[in-house]
């Protein structure tokens, strides 16, 4: 006997206009930004500028593959893709997780070689440069902040945005060492710090992505707990078969066989039984999507493999 808990009006995933329009205003802001920092970084000849608009880049990528993923959730299921395409927003997490590391690296080499052979870099453009990027950064990293941060996307993209917002603050301390010292080599040493931002933010974002892909148990849910809670009803004798995962961010579910006492066949108690159970696990686990199988004691010899 398996019964599923019935979500009708029951919102996951990200699929708010409003979220959409705060995305669309960040990501033509910084593209918008993103041109003219090229064009500064190669005339002034620095690699944190570089770096920083490399950066902005990713960024400008993230948010339009968070705005894809977005679309994507947004579609019915179907026969064969039978939870839709939820997941794309954890798919977009894990490919901005990537980005963020093939960046990184890219940056660690050049920086690097500009240790050994410091070249001239320009320290008054660098400045200013550095500090609209601030203003920019900090006006996207405020819009993001509005939108619905549960979501692994959009994490993704706000990771990548404020790490940029970091690098530019490093940036622009760079050039005012420039500008006071003449030690070019500041500007190297920000590009350093950047990558250690940038290889932070992707360890987070593929560390919760990877739980959600592998179909690891969601962090606030302790299947021992569970067990335990489950046993707590009357009439459960044993679990089995017990299973959590995640579907997309905020979307949690479960499975298990119940083994419960032959009268609740009987006296029709396993309806109740059900209610009493995923009424449980959404109070104390705030798990709404939970599928059971209720059997009788003697149902165990009829499965193979159970665990």
Not at 160 to 172: E, N, S, V, W
Not at 202 to 207: H, I, R
Request: hydrophobic fraction near 55%; proline fraction near 3%.
């Amino acid at each position: 006997m398996g019964a599923d808990h019935d979500h009708a009006g029951h919102q996951h995933g990200v699929s708010a206009d409003a979220d959409r329009r705060l995305l669309w205003s960040s990501m033509a802001l910084l593209a918008a930004f993103m041109v003219g920092e090229v064009v500064v970084a190669i005339t002034s000849g620095s690699l944190a500028l570089l770096s920083d608009a490399a950066h902005m880049l990713s960024d400008v990528g993230a948010i339009a593959a968070a705005l894809w993923a977005m679309r994507l959730a947004a579609r019915p299921a179907s026969v064969v893709w039978t939870y839709g395409f939820k997941r794309a927003e954890i798919l977009t997490a894990a490919i901005n997780g990537i980005t963020l590391l093939v960046v990184a690296g890219m940056l660690a080499v050049e920086a690097v070689r500009r240790l050994f052979d410091p070249p001239e870099v320009a320290g008054g453009p660098v400045l200013v440069v550095a500090l609209v990027g601030c203003v920019i950064n900090v006006i996207a990293v405020w819009l993001l902040a509005k939108a619905n941060r549960s979501s692994l996307n959009v994490e993704g993209a706000y990771q990548h945005i404020l790490t940029d917002l970091y690098g530019f603050i490093g940036t622009a301390i760079a050039g005012v060492v420039i500008l006071w010292t003449g030690w070019t080599p500041a500007d190297t040493i920000a590009t350093l710090v950047v990558v250690v931002l940038m290889l932070h933010a992707a360890w987070g974002l593929l560390k919760q992505s990877g739980r959600v892909l592998l179909e690891g148990a969601p962090e606030h849910v302790d299947l021992d707990e569970v067990r335990a809670c489950l046993l707590e009803v009357e009439h459960i004798v044993d679990v089995h078969d017990l299973h959590a995962w995640t579907i997309t961010s905020d979307l949690p579910a479960l499975t298990a066989h119940l083994v419960v006492g032959d009268g609740c066949f009987r006296d029709g108690h396993a309806a109740e039984l059900l209610a009493e159970v995923q009424s449980a696990l959404q109070e104390r686990f705030d798990v709404e999507h939970s599928t059971f199988q209720i059997e009788p004691r003697d149902h165990a010899a009829t499965e193979h493999g159970m665990h």
